[in-house]
C-alpha cells in the first residue's frame, strides 16, 4: 500500500486553516488587507466564494500559496475531521497546529531537496532519518507546539553543518 505523500496539498480535507491564519497585505497579489487569525472576506464555509476568478479578482497571491498539505493533515490527523466553523473553540489550537506543521512539511520539503545533494555515507542516513520520523510520525497539538524547540532545531542544526 503506498504511503500518503503529506506535502500534498488536498483543501477538501481542511478546513481553511490558510484562509483564517494567514496575513497578507493589499498590493499585487492581494485586493485588500487580512490581519493574521481573522477569516477572509471571501471565505464561505470552508470554501472560497471567488475561488474560480481569483487572479481576476486581484488575488494571485492565494493561487500561488500552497501549505504543502500541512492544513489537510492537521485537520484529519489532528483534529480527526474536527472543523473551528462547528467548534469555534478549536480555533486558536487549529491556528497553532497549522503554523507548527507547515514547519514539519517545510522540513520534510528541504529533507527530499537534500537527497540531491553528494552527502557523507554518515549525513546521508542522518537526513534519512529526519525525513522517516517527519514522514510516519503521527502528529499531537503537544507535539506540534515542541517541534520548535526540539525536532525542527535538530534538523536546522544539521543542515547548517552540511552547508
Given at each position: 500500500m503506498p504511503q500518503t505523500d503529506h506535502l500534498k496539498t488536498d483543501c477538501s480535507k481542511c478546513a481553511a486553516l490558510?484562509?483564517?491564519v494567514l496575513a497578507f497585505d493589499k498590493g499585487k497579489?492581494?485586493?485588500f488587507s487580512k490581519n493574521p487569525e481573522e477569516p477572509c472576506r471571501n471565505l464561505s464555509g470552508h470554501s472560497c466564494s471567488i475561488h474560480d476568478r481569483l487572479t481576476q479578482e486581484g488575488f494571485p497571491g492565494c493561487v500561488a500559496y500552497d501549505c504543502l498539505g500541512a492544513g489537510n493533515r492537521v485537520v484529519q490527523e489532528v483534529f480527526?475531521?474536527?472543523s473551528w466553523r462547528k467548534d469555534p473553540r478549536l480555533m486558536p489550537m487549529m491556528m497553532e497546529a497549522f503554523s507548527a506543521m507547515r514547519e514539519v512539511?517545510?522540513?520534510i520539503d528541504l529533507l527530499r531537496a537534500a537527497g540531491a545533494l553528494p552527502l557523507e555515507p554518515?549525513?546521508?542516513q542522518k537526513r534519512r532519518d529526519f525525513l522517516d520520523d517527519l514522514e510516519q510520525h503521527s502528529w499531537t497539538g503537544p507535539e506540534l507546539s515542541e517541534f520548535d524547540v526540539g525536532l525542527a532545531l535538530e534538523i536546522d542544526i544539521f543542515?547548517?553543518?552540511i552547508s
Open positions: 490558510c484562509c483564517v497579489d492581494f485586493a480527526a475531521g474536527q512539511h517545510k522540513r554518515s549525513d546521508e543542515f547548517h553543518g
